[in-house]
């Protein structure tokens, strides 16, 4: 009877107040006594929009609601004694006087709110309260009245500002387990702290403590589990080896590049231990928790082997060494830690015994790989493939043919000859009597779309360079002539295998050339490619600052030890009394780095290789391979076989798991289909010779198939009927296979449905229109992220990727779109996206329009795009350096020419160890909200309060109406006081085609600071170095 009398009375309070917030954007997440128990409030949640409190008391019926969490706003009625737990977001103290009726709180989280006047007092009345979270609330100072929360155990604090000394009541309150203050601008700690004896757990994330860490935490003996991720740390007092409780120690990010601190080796209960990032090249002979330690995190260090005490970890389970990119090799005894269960050598590229490729398995593959050693005899595997590179016409297959027959052997061909071989995508070659195997790469752009099929981490780089050729770019720039005639051929190795040895330069044709002139050709393109060597690795090493980088370094290119082109790697063909030494001396080369890159594999693993190399089929079913080696746990080394590039297994993609591709040339041939330098004749003959045919159980006339035909070449869009009659008629493989591998490779995407019977796919590199550059976003809210490469350049097809990689994202949200040589347009009802490519300045920009109703999911949306544009990137060119811009909505909004931004910011994560790319939800959880607003923009108006809403200022969760409101009303005083512009465009001009490779002398200007001034002008984004120091001074500082 009490009890249904209390439910009328709230129900009577609800009916009270819910008119008084109607019209508010509050939402709802709860959890009420009749469900499952949970130990505490998720982090990230689904909320509910429920507005009308009485839906939610009818939900509970006789339960009563222990755990809540509300957005935006306070619900009065829901706050009851027999609440438990109470996450809010989003509001302000006035909101929080309803709290003093919640008698049995234990657990109170406040994210990111305004507390700038001080704590509101009813907190500090909850008496029954055992954890309080205080995220981001502005606070720097706390009141005397918290020490009377006599139950309270965690205390967090992350991401206020302390920076004048940590409030003295913290150290009053005796009964802390957990306390943490991280982001909290900090410097120092009281000695008061030593007073909390009950201390377990101490985060002080993000604090600078340069000088030196405050002794006072030598004092707390209680410790268990200290964090000083970021503290800016070089040394750590002894007084830490007073802490003997001590399990947990993260140092991630701190500078121990002098050595490890000698009081770590003393600090014998240490069973979880993070340096990553910590600029290590060993570890001490001893650790006194050697045996103790469960968990060790290495990773992103310097390591060139792994240190030895790590072999006498015999309790370590975890152990993470991902992108030490210098360690070569970890010694069998890794198999002797019968504990271990988790391995991560991810970005480990150097590692050579076992293979990279065996490593990046996991530690199952790695045992595997010594047992089956053990079990059998290893064996040398010497197929190492050269990667043969360079433009059409330079001499590759002639090259090929003579080191085979040891004489000199020329091809004779027309260029537009579309059946010769030398015109393929590429050839495999084998040399006689040797393991050497040639890959010959088409020299065609159009060919370069299938070079990710054949990109090996393990080759012999060999560029070869028509010096007839080059001659004649002597005269029109030569800058321009080693860019296209060396730069972006290394480009495709390089970017795709960071570790290459440097490569073997063959010049050709030196006999169209007289002896002097040959002389003066070599001497120059050895100067400046040295010259453009420095000067990409000037931009790189600007690029790189500290962790998180996803990229490898390119080690060839940042040993400034030795040239770009060594001496002894250098060979010329053309004179007919020197080809038969040259040919002799090329081919000792390649034999000599042959043998470097031996590498030992279990005979077992041989044995699966041959017999998937002797099958006839054009693929092998994973079934059949299972069945002829059912002894063994054949995945593994099918996966190590993908990994080395013998095979292609998609493991993880719906439709081709169940197949292996060992015969790779198939493939590439049923890309060349699409992808030919005599694509126009060849569609011409096919439409000449075309039979009509039904398909689906629609006739297709000639007439019709021209149509198709024309459609494609001209906007890159294949109705469905024409790709699979392509490829039923002329590929080897079936269609649906064939389509499955297309869309693997981001070649194509769809199908795109355009009525209930009509289906059609897009392949972006055939349009030939570019974005319009004033493409409009009409009057919606625009935000813009930028991604900028630096370094070597990624080939011109990797941009048509991001493309496709963005429409396969924003497929199930297509309304409209629109595709471009250059990018894409997506329009749905929520907002309008817009992916523009500059090759020539290197920059990828993505534009969202949206509603201010629709600006958190826009947030959402536009990090989400660029996490698969950065997938697409490093899935294959792991060399490539990125930046991500982030601009000033508000200056966008405003329609200023030059927008600021920001590079990287902090809240953005772009790459996990996997190169799998992730982004923090928002609020980020490893450092505080950085903003997004410039400070030019981001002033106090007299009333002291931002002049920019916030959700302009940082990347916003939800809005309420009000919010809306404000900010739609913000929005429309900018636009009245600008004049019309393109919103959020930066243009880029034509003058820079030339090369990337240019700098501010190639427009003619000795001054810099000349030069400074009419670029600022021309509002160009480039990453040339010296160019990008001409808009460097509207970079704004993440801090």
């Known amino acids: 009877m009490a009890s249904s009398q209390s439910r009328r009375n709230r129900r009577s309070t609800a009916n009270r107040e819910s008119g008084e917030r109607e019209g508010q954007n509050i939402q709802v997440w709860y959890r009420h006594s009749g469900q499952p128990e949970i130990e505490r409030i998720p982090p990230f949640l689904t909320y509910s929009s429920m507005y009308d409190e009485r839906k939610i008391l009818e939900d509970v019926g006789d339960h009563h609601i222990t755990h809540i969490s509300i957005m935006n706003g306070v619900i009065p009625a829901l706050m009851t004694p027999s609440l438990k737990q109470l996450a809010l977001r989003n509001v302000n103290s006035s909101q929080l006087e309803c709290l003093s009726s919640l008698t049995g709180l234990e657990v109170l989280e406040i994210w990111s709110s305004d507390f700038s006047a001080g704590l509101p007092p009813v907190i500090a009345e909850l008496e029954t309260l055992e954890s309080l979270l205080l995220y981001e609330c502005q606070l720097r100072d706390l009141p005397q009245s918290l020490k009377s929360l006599k139950r309270l155990k965690e205390l967090n604090l992350y991401c206020n500002n302390f920076s004048a000394g940590l409030p003295p009541v913290i150290s009053e309150i005796g009964t802390l387990e957990s306390l943490s203050l ?4 900090l410097t120092d700690l009281p000695q008061s702290l030593s007073s909390l004896k009950r201390l377990k757990e101490l985060n002080l994330d993000g604090n600078n403590f340069s000088t030196g860490l405050p ?34 120690l993260n140092l991630y990010g701190n500078n121990f590049s002098a050595g490890l601190p000698p009081v770590i080796s003393e600090i014998g209960t240490l069973e979880s231990l993070s340096l990553m990032s910590c600029q290590l090249r060993d570890l001490p002979q001893r650790l006194d928790c050697e045996t103790q330690l469960r968990s060790l995190d290495l990773s992103f260090n310097n390591l060139v082997e792994l240190p030895s005490v790590v072999y006498r970890m015999t309790n370590l389970k975890e152990l993470n060494l991902c992108f030490n990119r210098e360690l070569i090799r970890i010694s069998s005894q890794i198999a002797k830690l019968e504990q271990l269960t988790e391995l991560d050598c991810d970005g480990c590229f150097s590692l050579q015994s076992p293979p990279y490729a065996v490593y990046k398995l996991g530690i199952d593959a790695v045992n595997k790989y010594f047992a089956d050693l053990v079990e059998g005899k290893g064996v040398d595997q010497l197929k190492v493939p050269v990667a043969v590179v360079g433009m059409t016409g330079a001499g590759k297959s002639s090259l090929i043919k003579s080191l085979q027959s040891g004489k000199r052997e020329l091809t004779y061909r027309e260029i537009n000859s579309p059946f010769d071989e030398t015109t393929k995508v590429f050839q495999m070659e084998d040399l006689n009597n040797s393991p050497l195997k040639f890959i010959d790469y088409g020299g065609h752009d159009i060919y370069q779309m299938a070079y990710q099929l054949v990109i090996r981490e393990r080759c012999i780089p060999l560029l070869v360079v028509n010096m007839e050729e080059f001659n004649s770019y002597l005269s029109a720039g030569c800058r321009e002539g080693i860019r296209r005639l060396c730069i972006d051929w290394l480009s495709h190795l390089y970017l795709a295998s960071p570790r290459l040895d440097p490569p073997v330069l063959v010049l050709t044709h030196t006999d169209k050339l007289d002896t002097e002139l040959v002389k003066d050709c070599r001497e120059k393109l050895l100067s400046i490619s040295e010259a453009a060597r420095k000067e990409l690795l000037r931009d790189y090493e600007r690029c790189c600052g500290e962790f998180p980088k996803e990229s490898s370094p390119i080690i060839h290119l940042t040993n400034t030890d030795q040239p770009l082109f060594n001496p002894q790697d250098i060979f010329e063909f053309g004179n007919d009394l020197c080809e038969v030494s040259n040919i002799k001396g090329l081919r000792a080369n390649l034999e000599t780095r042959c043998q470097k890159l031996i590498m030992e594999i279990p005979l077992l693993w041989e044995r699966i290789e041959r017999f998937i190399e002797r099958e006839e089929e054009t693929y092998i079913s994973l079934l059949k391979v299972e069945n002829e080696f059912s002894d063994t746990d054949s995945k593994t080394i099918l996966r ?16 081709l798991s169940s197949y292996i591709f060992h015969k790779i040339p198939i493939i590439t041939e049923m890309i060349a289909l699409l992808f030919h330098h005599t694509a126009e004749q060849q569609w011409e003959k096919r439409v000449e010779e075309f039979v009509p045919f039904t398909h689906q159980e629609e006739w297709v006339s000639k007439w019709k198939y021209k149509e198709f035909v024309a459609q494609f070449t001209t906007s890159g869009i294949m109705d469905e009927v024409l790709l699979v009659d392509l490829l039923k008629n002329s590929s080897e493989l079936p269609v649906e296979i064939s389509m499955q591998l297309l869309k693997s490779f981001a070649i194509l995407n769809g199908p795109i449905e355009h009525n209930s019977e009509k289906r059609s796919y897009i392949l972006p590199y055939f349009t030939t229109t570019s974005v319009e550059k004033t493409y409009p976003l009409d009057d919606n809210v625009p935000l813009q992220l930028d991604i900028a490469l630096s370094g070597l350049s990624p080939p011109p097809y990797v941009y048509q990727l991001m493309t496709v990689a963005v429409l396969k994202l924003c497929s199930s949200l297509l309304s409209n779109i629109k595709v471009w040589n250059d990018g894409a347009v997506v329009h749905n009802e929520e907002f309008t996206t817009i992916l523009n490519h500059d090759l020539t300045n290197r920059v990828v920009s993505l534009r969202v329009g949206t509603t201010v109703a629709q600006l958190p999911a826009s947030w959402e949306h536009l990090i989400v795009t660029i996490k698969a544009i950065l997938n697409q990137l490093y899935a294959v060119w792991k060399g490539s350096h990125a930046e991500v811009l982030l601009y000033c909505s508000q200056c966008l909004i405003g329609q200023n020419p030059a927008p600021h931004f920001y590079v990287d910011p902090k809240w953005f994560y772009p790459i996990d160890c996997d190169y799998s790319i992730t982004c923090t939800k928002l609020p980020a959880t490893r450092s505080p909200l950085s903003k997004v607003v410039c400070p030019v923009c981001d002033k106090l108006r007299n009333d002291k309060k931002p002049s920019v809403p916030k959700p302009l200022r940082l990347p916003c969760d939800q809005l309420t109406v009000v919010d809306v409101q404000s900010l739609e009303n913000h929005i429309s005083e900018i636009r009245e006081s600008c ?16 090369s990337d490779l240019s700098d501010v002398e190639d427009q003619g200007y000795c001054d810099e600071s000349k ?23 509207n970079k704004t500082c993440d801090s």
């Open 182 to 185: 991280g982001y909290c601008q």
């Open 215 to 248: 002794p006072v935490i030598g004092e707390i003996a209680t410790l268990e589990s200290l964090t000083l991720e970021d503290c800016q740390l070089r040394d750590l007092p002894q007084s830490l080896k007073s802490l003997k409780r001590l399990k947990e």
């Open 640 to 655: 190590y076989m993908h990994n080395t590039g013998q095979i292609l297994w998609f493991e993880r993609t719906e439709g």
């Open 979 to 994: 004049p019309p512009q393109t919103v959020g465009h930066l243009e880029s001009t034509s003058e820079e085609a030339e």
């Open 1011 to 1033: 030069a400074d001034k009419v670029m600022r002008l021309r509002l160009c984004i480039v990453k040339k170095p010296k160019i990008k120091q001409l808009y460097q001074s």
